[in-house]
């Protein structure tokens, strides 16, 4: 079983990119933590933030409510609701407003049919699928030694890559037009300002960081499939 072996010594392919994703998640939380202490001085909440950028972009029906956790907010597009955590929905600072205008840029994607976001949610279910079974399935063709299995298995996981990759175009596009907006409309002050857009860039790069992890996945498992025609 020298391709099991192989396995776990082709690790050695995801640890850099373990270590990046640490370090862009440790980014994530220590500029979220700094510019949740610092008060915007346009005494606007994040609600209050997303709320405007939805009015400045003509959409009136969708809804913004507070959800539980930290750093747990997203935007539902099939029941067009703005989720914003209460460190965002309530707070008046610099990191709820970037944050609250990120999520409501994904909602002006939605409204105005942003083609990166509608392939992303069409890939979805067959994302589900290939991060379910994937990796087992690939495990389990070369266990029983069927290479056409081993395949499939990667082929299936190769929509999670695919997800990651159309999610940085959304991602960062919602993160441009919240700052476009931030700073056309003085939502926040210039300094205010480079303050949003660090921690929403410092977010920007778990994206990168998941997009580098599961192709570093993908490889690791072509590796071991190769190897395992030399046995």
Request: net charge positive; glycine share 8%.
């Amino acid at each position: 079983m020298g391709y099991y072996l192989m396995y776990y010594m082709s690790g050695i392919i995801i640890l850099p990119v373990f270590i990046f994703a640490l370090i862009c998640q440790a980014s994530v939380k220590r500029n979220f933590n700094k510019y949740s202490r610092i008060m915007s001085r346009s005494n606007m909440t994040g609600a209050d933030a997303a709320w405007r950028l939805l009015q400045l972009n003509g959409i009136s029906d969708v809804k913004i409510q507070r959800i539980g956790g930290t750093l747990t907010d997203y935007y539902d597009p099939s029941k067009k609701v703005i989720c914003l955590s209460s460190d965002v929905f309530d707070s008046k600072s610099i990191a709820a407003i970037g944050v609250a205008c990120h999520e409501a840029g994904h909602a002006v994607q939605h409204a105005q049919g942003y083609s990166p976001l509608k392939f992303r949610n069409f890939v979805i279910p067959a994302t589900r699928i290939g991060s379910a079974l994937g990796v087992p399935l690939c495990l389990i063709g070369l266990f029983i030694n069927s290479e056409m299995l081993a395949y499939i298995g990667l082929a299936l996981y190769g929509f999670v890559a695919l997800f990651q990759l159309i999610t940085l175009p959304v991602e960062f596009n919602a993160s441009s037009r919240a700052l476009q907006t931030i700073e056309a409309y003085g939502f926040l002050n210039a300094e205010e300002y480079t303050g949003a857009k660090k921690v929403l860039t410092s977010a920007a790069l778990t994206y990168v960081a998941a997009l580098a992890s599961a192709i570093a996945t993908m490889l690791r498992l072509l590796l071991v499939i190769s190897g395992s025609r030399r046995r």
